[in-house]
């Protein structure tokens, strides 16, 4: 069983949902007994990739695939796929890979399971993905070649296993492709260089913080803590914060290294959009909120009584 994994450069880096996507291929491999290669666009990657623990990295390099070009980038995958004879082609789901992997799922025929939150190989190549809002989880299994995407924060980035790849490039042709789709700018999904998913700490607020006006006593404590505000959807929908801070299925998926959740019960909606952060803490007066549930530290306390005093320690400590 070969997996091919296709790593999505960001900035100057490896995109961490492509990392992420490496470790779940790394834990399907194992349960299949399979292989795992890489395979990027961008020669700037090669090197870090081999850092992995995958059999091989593959280099494309194309000056037509140099900017995001879905017709490209589609020609160029579909030689790769043909190469190494791939059996399951594995991508983070980034917006770019929404784009232009289900063109290349037609193209090939192969069915294309999206969005997964896991996978399992004990009984054969099984996605798992939400449904109904992320009320319930449900299996796909497929034969034959598989497209497969993974969530932001299905799998830990830093959960990825390291070894010694071999690398070698590969030539494409795509000399036959049509430049008929040009990109524009890129899409940023926060106005204002919001971006919640690089945070390192996030703390959310949610309904339990009662009205508009209690909201400075949440920033008073992100500040401390120089962290992003986060919240769920009822503070946006009342307007007390702007969409861009929602965190959940309806707004952004954040995997910091800490999350403090405010007044938020944890409704599954909010949970895929937080529950891949390393430590969770949580904050709230109802010992049964479902938040506590994934917690990894939780206070069952008045979030009027606790803020202001936790800011001030942080303070303290601080000075
Ligand atoms: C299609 C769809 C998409 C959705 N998308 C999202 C999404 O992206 N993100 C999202 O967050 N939700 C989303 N929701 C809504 C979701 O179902 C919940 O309604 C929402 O997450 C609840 O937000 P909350 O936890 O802030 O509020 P509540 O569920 O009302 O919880 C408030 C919590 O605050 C606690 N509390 C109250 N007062 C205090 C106090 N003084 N001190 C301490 N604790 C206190 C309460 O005990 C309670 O647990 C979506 C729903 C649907 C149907």
Request: net charge negative; with cysteine; hydrophobic share 40%.
């Amino acid at each position: 069983m070969k997996i091919l994994v296709y790593i999505q450069r960001d900035g100057d880096s490896i995109g961490r949902n492509s990392i992420e996507a490496l470790a779940g291929a790394q834990k399907f491999a194992a349960e299949l007994s399979g292989e795992v290669m890489a395979v990027c666009l961008d020669s700037s990657l090669t090197e870090k990739l081999t850092g992995y623990n995958i059999s091989e990295v593959i280099t494309v390099s194309h000056d037509g695939l140099n900017t995001y070009s879905p017709l490209h980038f589609t020609a160029a995958m579909e030689q790769v796929i043909a190469d190494v004879s791939a059996n399951v082609v594995v991508f983070g789901h980034t917006y770019q890979v929404r784009d232009w992997a289900p063109r290349l799922s037609a193209r090939l025929n192969a069915p294309f399971i999206s969005d997964c939150v896991d996978a399992d190989g004990s009984t054969g190549l099984t996605g798992i993905r939400q449904v109904y809002q992320g009320k319930i989880n449900t299996n796909i299994s497929a034969e034959g070649l598989v497209l497969m995407s993974f969530q932001s924060g299905a799998f830990r980035a830093d959960s990825v296993e390291t070894g010694s790849a071999a690398a070698r490039t590969m030539d494409v042709d795509l000399s036959s492709v049509p430049a008929t789709i040009r990109p524009g700018e890129r899409f940023k999904e926060s106005k204002g260089g919001v971006d919640l998913t690089r945070a390192e700490v996030v703390v959310s607020v949610g309904r339990g913080i009662g009205k508009e006006e209690n909201i400075p006593l949440v920033k008073d404590l992100k500040e401390s803590l120089g962290a992003e505000l986060g919240s769920s959807r009822p503070v946006v929908d009342y307007g007390w914060l702007p969409h861009e801070r929602q965190i959940g299925s309806s707004g952004q998926v954040v995997t910091p290294k800490m999350y403090l959740a405010v007044g938020i019960s944890g409704a599954i909606q909010h949970q895929v959009g937080m529950k891949g952060s390393d430590n969770i803490v949580a904050i709230n007066k109802d010992p049964n909120a479902p938040i506590f549930e994934i917690a990894d530290y939780g206070v069952v306390a008045d979030l009027f009584e606790i803020l202001p005093k936790l800011s001030q320690s942080i303070k303290d400590y601080k000075s």
